[in-house]
């Protein structure tokens, strides 16, 4: 018997499963059970929900440096619609382009505009944006509309309690797609790079030394084979090194 890894990488957040597979000697009965295990493996990757998608993106795309800001409208300013919002922050990032690209800085974001419920609220809007060391005069001379609030990503503690966060509207009020994106996001944003190999059957999944571990349930395991999965935050590197590495492996004692 052997087994198969599959690996999510975005930035430094790993999501990995590690699943037993049939072979060509394994009778019909011990291909129907462990087609119940790559099932289960297969749905721990799925990422459907909205804000799986997005705790994705934002981890394959920012660092604990870059910013979490708030945008919000004082009475003299507030729109009267939400399309109106929309316009403005549209506006809002262009100003924010122009005065990077001067002083060649790139710029990266994600945002969403809420307004809080289906009846009505005050419209307000949530950025997740690339630092450069010096922002909140410039977000504040940009934005005159109301406030500016400013933090650094680090302090969110992970990006999946971010994500739920940014997309806690559609899932309030409701959509009519699960999964359906809810929020927008700058151009040539990098993607999660997903890989998939097969392995010795005595190999277990490993988080790196010096990772942060997210999640390692228990097993998942019939007669015939079993699945583990895991999730974490990899050691930050001493020096940026070009691609990503798939999670460590050990052998099983």
């Not at 072979?23 to 929900?49: D, G, H, K, V």
């Not at 450069?132 to 109301?146: F, I, K, M, Q």
């Not at 990772?211 to 940026?240: C, D, H, M, W």
Request: net charge positive; hydrophobic share 35%; charged share 30%.
């Amino acid at each position: 018997m052997a087994k198969r890894i599959k690996t999510i990488t975005a930035g430094r957040l790993v999501i990995a499963v590690l699943y037993s597979m049939p072979t060509p000697r394994s009778t019909p009965e011990e291909r129907s059970a462990l087609r119940e295990i790559s099932s289960a493996a297969q749905m721990a990757l799925n990422n459907r929900r909205a804000w799986q998608k997005l705790e994705l993106l934002l981890a394959a795309n920012f660092g604990r440096r870059d910013l979490v800001v708030e945008l919000t409208y004082d009475d003299a300013h507030l729109p009267p619609f939400k399309t109106e919002a929309v316009k403005l922050i549209r506006k809002f990032l262009s100003w924010l382009r122009a005065h990077r690209k001067a002083r060649d800085q790139e710029l990266r974001y994600v945002y969403v505009t809420e307004q809080l419920s289906a009846e009505g609220g005050r419209l307000h809007h949530h950025l997740v944006i690339n630092g450069t060391g010096a922002d909140l005069e410039v977000l504040r001379s940009l934005w005159p509309y109301g406030n500016v609030k400013l933090e650094q990503l680090d302090d969110w503690q992970g990006y999946e309690a971010l994500a739920k966060y940014l997309t806690k509207e559609a899932r309030e009020v409701g959509r009519p797609e699960p999964g359906k994106k809810c929020w927008v996001s700058s151009v040539g944003l990098k993607k999660p790079v997903a890989e998939s190999e097969m392995v010795k059957d005595n190999l277990t999944l490993a988080a790196p030394p010096g990772a942060i571990i997210l999640s390692a349930p228990p097993p998942v395991r019939n007669q015939y084979g079993e699945f583990t999965t895991i999730k974490y935050i990899k050691p930050k590197p001493r020096k940026e090194r070009k691609g990503t590495r798939p999670p460590s492996r050990r052998r099983r004692e």
